[in-house]
């Protein structure tokens, strides 16, 4: 890459210091009209922000901030942050919901964000959270943590996350590297990639095809080289040798092994010998029924570019990208060149024989962008790199609406089939915002003390800015004004640091000039007391009044989305003028110093409240604790924050005060304080004496247990494996229960069922009973709400109560379906 300072740069005098950010903020984001999260705060104090001539790219920019949004998850004061691929937490996930197949996307689209307690806790969480899964499927983490720290400048991030990167490179060589030929082997499955033409080709279509993939191979040169970068700027020069050395093996096996030269592509190399007379350490179609094909062009030939790995030599591989026989469709390109004897584009998820895959795509653009900012090539342009970006913007629809999921139709942009109810809806599996930041503007982020600009924007734009960029504790903005009409900070290319113009050039060559980094600045780390994911009581979330549909336990769940379908929310039910309240008790005192209420409003006809009062519990009584608050009434899509400075408290409640009778609606109640030393453990005694009981069931599906029925944990959705089910009992009713030692004095029943739509649901009927000196009895129900049994619904009976040694739910089933249950408890009489 060449590195000497170009002539045209202009290095200029130091401006006014301080001087306000280039755009304005909130006209920025009131010209999108598509918003769910309106938290316009959040968004000015954390993100870049950028416009261009282009509507599109600009609303699929800022879409994909709202997607991280919607995927942040606060997993316990513990773990602190990570994120979800889904916007459930499907079965084959680990803690909070995180998988690794994105994370090294996820890692570098957020690495942006001026939070740094987000990136540092997401980071951290692959391997000082129990029951995360690192490598349960291929990634970049070590690369990913790098290129973190080029932009943060971080060096207690790096030495905090080395060891990781350590332990994540001796995993892959324990599980995946084979001695004798050199490499890394896996199948696509494990890529993501599912069903793809090397699988197809074997006796196991799904997860078949064990080889040497340019995927997983171009990871691990990646973490590798990452791991030597890392050594040296920590002074580990033994270390910092041993991983340049096996990256450069790793380099030069690839390039030996798995670049066809007639092809002129990176292709699959298969491990062993298949059906059909394919051989071992042959390239896909160099053996078997295809033998002689000069197709088998998967994406996954360009992903050794994503990390410079080829030499130069390779750059004719791109040709393809834009031929429309080879990758190149209306909303490509495709996973599979389109003229390949098995190319497939599949109506339903999950096969990757030739369906638009974002994942691949970003993957694709990464490293095409690479090929033309630190290549000597003639092959592609950046007229290349805008076609398929633009085409990738245009992707992000449904409905007139900006919008995601898992993978898309390359002729039509449809995302049916791909798009799962409560499971694909805004899918974080690729990256947008980091294209943008590196690819087309070309910030491009680098160890040494030099800004690099490079962009790839077309050459009639008259102006984009990228503005407030947090970069090695500076604030950076990058302006291209043709005229100086737009931004009156002159004319040209300028990149501005803390908001003094630095350098200057005419045209949208490549600019580069020297700065001083500053320390990054520290942050305190607060601890959410009122989130429960791992299946205590306490914190015990209890409200006045709850629709079934919309119960409590989603306030507490660590995420915050605003829209209706698919829900996250609590709602306090049918239209009412009373008052409502939610109480959130911690079982020990905790120290509270800020309230975050993120309220609905306009789902389900929900409006934030006109007013809301906060109480703390002292001495058994509710007092008021009021504090600061922003804003100064509530509004809903956003967060309304109040500081108290300090208060210890073992429970605090909210009420509410309706707009109307409009319902109120939350999708998230947060209670921060600090986090010092070992969290102390409740005192009080729980509520849900079923967490203290014995379990069992008439009979138990083989694929559930019952125990999961009573763990304190909610999993609704078709992909939760958090519950017990009957399916396929012999019995036309079957039972769940709970025994104790000693009888209990209980008063009510909580009973949230679980259903697919197909083979489990909801009971035709249920009842509740009691055992007494040894009967079984029903219990005398004052109230049941709602009447009939629903699934992904709360069903709370109060009841006379009772002396009980155990009790059960006996349920009715509603044939063809059998009834499932993802929680129940039996709370203690008051």
């Known amino acids: 890459m060449h590195r000497a300072l170009l002539a045209l740069v202009l290095l200029l005098p130091a401006c006014t210091p301080n001087e306000p950010a280039v755009l304005d903020k909130r006209a920025v984001l009131e010209r999108q009209a598509f918003w769910d999260n309106r938290d316009f705060d959040w968004y000015a104090e954390n993100v870049p922000f950028f416009e261009s001539p282009d509507s599109i790219l600009d609303r699929t920019y800022w879409y994909r901030w709202e997607v991280v949004t919607k995927h942040l998850t606060y997993g316990s004061p513990t773990s602190g942050y990570t994120f979800t691929e889904f916007i459930d937490r499907p079965f084959w996930s680990g803690t909070y919901g995180g998988i690794s197949c994105p994370l090294g996307h996820q890692i570098e689209e957020v690495r942006w964000l001026k939070d740094r307690r987000v990136i540092d806790d997401f980071s951290a969480y692959w391997f000082e959270t129990e029951g995360a899964q690192p490598r349960s499927y291929s990634n970049w983490y070590g690369d990913a943590v790098w290129d973190t720290y080029l932009v943060t400048g971080d060096r207690e991030y790096l030495e ?392 409590p336990f989603w306030a507490q769940d660590g995420n915050r989305w605003y829209h209706e379908s698919p829900p996250n929310f609590w709602s306090n039910g049918a239209p009412s003028v009373n008052e409502s309240w939610i109480r959130v008790d911690f079982g020990v005192e905790r120290p509270i110093s800020t309230l975050k209420l993120y309220f609905m409003d306009g789902v389900k006809g929900t409006k934030a409240p006109k007013e809301f009062r906060i109480e703390i519990l002292r001495k058994g009584e509710w007092v008021s604790a009021e504090g600061s608050r922003v804003p100064a009434s509530p509004e809903g899509r956003r967060a309304n924050r109040v500081e108290f400075g300090r208060i210890n408290t073992s429970s605090l409640r909210v009420v509410f005060t309706p707009d109307g009778d409009a319902p109120v609606g939350l999708t998230e109640i947060e209670a921060w304080g600090p986090h010092e030393g070992e969290v102390p453990a409740p005192t009080e005694a729980p509520r849900n004496v079923a967490l203290e009981g014995v379990f069992s069931a008439s009979y138990s599906s083989p694929y559930d247990t019952v125990g999961e029925a009573f763990d304190g944990r909610f999993g609704i959705t078709h992909y939760s494996r958090n519950r017990w089910t009957a399916f396929e009992s012999p019995n036309a009713e079957d039972w769940i229960a709970v025994a104790w030692d000693e009888p209990r004095r209980v008063g009510s029943v909580e009973l949230t069922f679980w259903g697919d739509n197909r083979g489990v649901g909801a009971p035709e009927a249920y009842r509740i009973e009691a055992q007494v000196g040894g009967a079984w009895v029903p219990v005398v129900e004052t109230s049941r709400e709602p009447a009939d049994a629903l699934p992904s619904a709360r069903h709370t009976v109060r009841f006379e109560a009772v002396e009980a040694e155990a009790v059960r739910a006996v349920f009715r089933h509603a044939p063809p379906r059998f009834t499932g249950v993802t929680e129940m408890r039996v709370l203690a009489a008051e």
């Not at 942050?523 to 959410?528: F, K, L, S």
Request: net charge negative.
């Open 160 to 551: 905090r996350m080395f060891p990781h990167m350590l332990e994540q490179y001796a995993g892959w060589m324990a599980e995946r590297w084979d001695e004798e030929h050199r490499m890394f082997r896996w199948d696509g499955m494990h890529d993501g990639m599912e069903t793809n033409i090397t699988s197809r080709q074997t006796v196991a279509p799904f997860d078949g095809a064990v080889g040497y993939r340019p995927t997983l191979n171009s990871y691990l040169f990646a973490d590798a080289r990452a791991i030597a970068n890392a050594a040296a700027v920590l002074g580990d020069s033994l270390v910092a040798l041993d991983y340049a050395a096996r990256a450069a093996e790793l380099k030069q096996r690839v390039q030996d092994e798995l670049w066809d030269p007639s092809r002129e592509f990176f292709f699959h190399q298969f491990a062993f010998d298949e059906k059909d007379g394919i051989q071992a350490k042959s390239l896909t179609y160099e053996t078997g029924p295809y033998a002689g094909s000069p197709y088998g062009r998967e994406a996954i030939g360009f992903v050794p570019w994503q990390f410079h790995l080829p030499d130069p030599g390779y750059e004719a591989a791109w040709r393809t990208l834009t031929d429309s026989s080879r990758f190149a469709a209306p909303f490509g390109p495709t996973t599979t060149e389109r003229n390949d004897p098995l190319f497939w584009v599949s109506p339903r998820c999950c096969e990757w024989s030739g369906n638009q895959w974002p994942y691949a795509t970003t993957q694709t653009l990464q490293g095409l962008a690479n090929l033309l900012h630190d290549y000597d090539q003639q092959v592609m342009t950046k007229q290349d790199y805008f076609g398929v970006l633009k085409t990738y913007a245009r992707l992000h629809e449904k409905e007139g609406r900006p919008y995601i999921a898992e993978a898309a139709d390359p002729f039509t942009g449809s995302w049916a089939g791909h798009d799962t109810y409560y499971h694909s809806e805004h899918y974080f599996h690729s990256a947008f915002v980091d294209l943008v930041i590196t690819g087309l503007v070309g910030l491009r982020p680098r160890p040494d003390d030099v800004i690099e600009v490079h962009p790839l924007v077309p050459d009639a734009w008259p102006y984009f800015a990228l503005d407030d960029v947090a970069y090695r504790g500076r604030r950076l903005s990058i302006l291209w004004d043709r005229d100086g009409s737009r931004y009156g900070r002159g004319a040209g290319l300028s990149i501005l640091l803390d908001g003094e113009t630095v350098a200057r050039r005419e045209d949208l060559g490549r600019l580069e000039v020297p700065f001083e980094p500053f320390e990054p600045r520290r942050y305190e780390r607060p601890a959410n007391w009122a989130v429960n994911n791992d299946g205590g009581h306490f914190p015990f979330v209890e409200t006045s009044s709850a629709d079934p549909l919309h119960p």
